[in-house]
C-alpha cells in the first residue's frame, strides 16, 4: 500500500479526511439507481440481433449497469465501507421513491384527470414489486460486487484492474439478475420468460461492464490522482449492515 494510502486510510477512519469528488460520485450512483429501476425496469424490449434472433431485455439494462461501474469505482479508489455508504444511500432513495409511487396513486384524483390515472397506474401499478426486487437485488448483488473487487484488489495487490473490475461484477450481476426478475415480474410475466429476460439481462450487463472497462480506466485514474488515495480493504469489517465506514 502506497504511503499516502496509508494516511488516508487512518485519516478516513477518524473522521478527518475530506474527498474532493466521493459526493458527486455517489450522488450519480443513487441517480442512476433511481432513474433505472423505476423508469426502465417495467418495459421489456425486444431486438434482433445476428445468429441470436429476437432478443428480449429490461430496457432498463442499457443503464443499470452503470450503477455498478459506480459501484467498482466506488470500491476501487475510495474502499469498501464508502461503497457500503452508497449502497445504503441508494436503498433509502429507492424505498423513499416507492413509498411515495404508492402515496400518490392511492389519492383521490380530480375527474378531469381519470384517463391519466389509469395510464399512471398501468406504469407504476406494480412499482411495489418492481420496487422491492429493486432493493433485494440490488443490496445483494451491490454487497457482492463490491465485495468480490475489494477481495480480489487484496488478491492481485492492486495489479490487473480489469479483472476486478469484470469479474466483481460477473459474481453481482448474476446475484441481481437471479433476484430481481423472479421477485419483480413472477406471476405477472410467463415464467419462460421471467427466465428468459434474467439470462438475457445477465448477459447484457456483464457485456456493458467490458465494453465500458476503458472508461472505468480512465475515471478511477482520475480520480485516484485528484484524491491521493488508493484504498486497500486490509482489516474491514465487511458485514455490510452498517453505515460507518
Known sequence: MPPSSTANTAQTLTGGRVYRYYDFVMAAFVTVLLCSNLIGAAKAAQVTLPVLGPVTFGAGVLFFPVSYIFGDVLTEVYGYGRDRRAVWAGFAALAFATFMSLVVLRMPVAPFMADYQKSLED??????????????AFCCGSFAN??????????????????????????????????????????????????????????????????????????????????????????TDFTPFRVRV
Open 146 to 235: 463490491s465485495y468480490v473487487l475489494a477481495k480480489m484488489k487484496l488478491w492481485t495487490g492492486g495489479r490487473w484492474l480489469w479483472t476486478r473490475t469484470i469479474g466483481s461484477t460477473l459474481a453481482g450481476e448474476l446475484v441481481d439478475s437471479s433476484l430481481f426478475y423472479v421477485i419483480a415480474f413472477y406471476g405477472i410475466w410467463p415464467l419462460e420468460k421471467v427466465v428468459q429476460v434474467a439470462i438475457a439481462q445477465y448477459v447484457l450487463k456483464t457485456g456493458w461492464e467490458v465494453v465500458m472497462t476503458p472508461v472505468t480506466y480512465k475515471v478511477v485514474a482520475f480520480l485516484k490522482a485528484a484524491e491521493h488515495e488508493d484504498w486497500f480493504d486490509r482489516g
Open 123 to 136: 406504469v407504476f401499478g406494480n412499482t411495489w414489486r418492481i420496487a422491492m426486487g429493486s432493493l433485494i
